[in-house]
Structures are given as C-alpha cells and as structure tokens.
C-alpha cells in the first residue's frame, strides 16, 4: 500500500518489563487517514510518501491502527495524488453525533464547550511501576505504593448535537488551566484535598470554547478522544458583526 505521512512522533512504552520505543503517527491515502504505530524505528518524516509492504491493522483502544514491526518493509517513493499533511491534520471540526455515529477516528477534530469535569481529574497519583491511578495508595497490578503526582482533566466539551470526553494529559492541563504541577505541589501544605484543586480546574475551564484534534473511540460510555491539541476556539468577532449587521440596519419591523 501507498501512504503519506502526516505526522510521526517517538514515545516509550512498558512492555511488560521492557521499556520500548514506538513511533506513532498518522498516514493516509487517497481514501482516509489511518494511525500508524511501528516497532521499528523507519525514520519516518511528515511529508514522505511510503510504499508498505508487510504491516497489518488491529484494533487498539478502539482506533483502528497500521502496525509495522520488523516483518514490515519501507520504501521511500513518489506518488501524486495523495493528501498532503497540512490537509490531514486540518479538516476542520465535525459535529460530535456525527463522530459518534461514525465510530470515531485517528485525527477527529471537534469543538465546543466546557460543561463539565468527570473523575479523576485535576491533582491525581499514579503507580510508579505502571502508570496506573491509584485508589488511595492502592494500584490494582503493584498493591500498595507510593504514588507519583501527575495532573489530568477528563474535559466534557459538548456542542449541543452530543458530547465528549477529553482526556488531557499533564501539558495540557497545565496549558489550559495556567497551573503547573510543581505549582500545586509547592501549595499541597495549604490545600492537600485532591478536591480542592480539582474544583478550582473545574473554574478555570468551564464554559471555554475549544477545539480539539485527536484520535477518538466510541464504547458504552460515548466518545473519548486523546488529544492531540487542544486550542480555545474563541468567537471571532469580526465574523459575528458582520452577520448581525444587516439586523442591525435600517430593518423595522
Ligand atoms: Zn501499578
């Protein structure tokens, strides 16, 4: 098969035991953008167009993904016609019902509000061996541990056709929030109730407007997307006067 490659991204994982490094993506061809994620280090670069033979799809976290492990061969050619990445990474927002009706997707944008926060969110603990959050000091794999802090929004954003649920990591819940970890931890003696911190997330981000691109899946309990970026989508003005001046003008009922 033929793909171009829109985006490409290293990230190290624990496989069992071992730590290894996966290289996430996204590619696409004439027909659809699909994620990519080798176990083998290609240097892949956003631009290229691949010839791929080998590789085969499963299904991860409900995303439908291309894998290429060291069975799988690459080669660098060139081939008109396919998407290129800037038209990948920037089709614009779809309505939420229709990504749910759809089944979700690789690079899914959408956009709308803030209406609320669902747990955990805001000043969670996480089991050092695995990542996992804890319950109390408790990781469902390690047992008892001390956990490490971490910070995370699971962001409902509706825009009135449904709703989803953001999962943000530490970056962009710092980014959103205007907060960082080392922030909270230095205030933990003042406030250490997780809720406190999760309440005062809660104010900075509700009834924002933003747009969100990322990979989405759909399971009993709707449509999760993990980010990717996260934008405030704010109201353009210049846009909203000119629609509301003809209303505005001479007409008298
Ligand atoms: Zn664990």
Redesign the pocket.
Known sequence: MYVRVARVAERTVSVGEERRVVYDGLVADETGVIALSAWTDFNLRSGETLEITGGYLRAFRGITQLVLDERATVRRVERPGLPEPSTILNSPPISMARLEESGGGPSASVEGLVVGLLPPSGLVYR?P??R?GLQGEH?R??GT?KGIADLRARIVLDDGTGAVTINAGRSETERLWGVTLDGVLGQLGAKPDPSIWEGELLDAVLGRRLRVRGAASVDDFGVTIQPETIDAADIDLESAAERLAPRLGGERP
């Open positions: 089991c061996e695995c996992r990781c794999i390690h541990v």
